[in-house]
Structure formats: structure tokens, C-alpha cells
């Protein structure tokens, strides 16, 4: 009974992750940016929408250290206390 729940499971398990391919790749992508001017892009625009990320990104690397040494503070913590 085991063995057929496990089929059962990888059966539906692969099904399930073709029928979502499947429905991933159905849409293209979108054209690219600049218009018909003949693919040079003249205008100045940069692909991308020119987002800085140099800001947040410090932020998320602080706060993941911050973290990560909370974390090793309660492990060490933990262990002395055993």
C-alpha cells in the first residue's frame, strides 16, 4: 500500500510540473525597448529603467550580518549553558 502512494505521489508530482511549465511558457516576452528606430538605441535610455540599488543594497547586507550574528550569539549562548 506504501509503494502505491509513493507512485501515486510522483505520478502527480511530475503532472503537476509539466501542466505549470506548460502554462509558464505560453506567453513570449515582450519586444524590446526603442521603437522601430533599427535596433540602435539612440535615445539614451539604458534597459533596465535606471534603478539604484547601491542604497538598499547596503541595507539588506547590514541587516543580513546583524542577523547572522544573532544568530551565532544564541547558538554559542545555547552551548555554553549545556
Known amino acids: 500500500m506504501k509503494i502505491i502512494s509513493n507512485i501515486i505521489r510522483i505520478t502527480g508530482t511530475i503532472l503537476t510540473a509539466l501542466i505549470i511549465s506548460y502554462n509558464v511558457s505560453a506567453q513570449g516576452p515582450p519586444p524590446p525597448p526603442g521603437g522601430s528606430s533599427g535596433g540602435s538605441n539612440t535615445s539614451g535610455n539604458q ?13 539588506l547586507l547590514g541587516l543580513g550580518a546583524a542577523y547572522g550574528g544573532r544568530k551565532l550569539y544564541q547558538i554559542r549562548k545555547e552551548t555554553l549553558e549545556e
Open 47 to 59: 534597459n533596465g529603467g535606471n534603478a539604484p540599488i547601491g542604497g538598499g543594497l547596503l541595507i
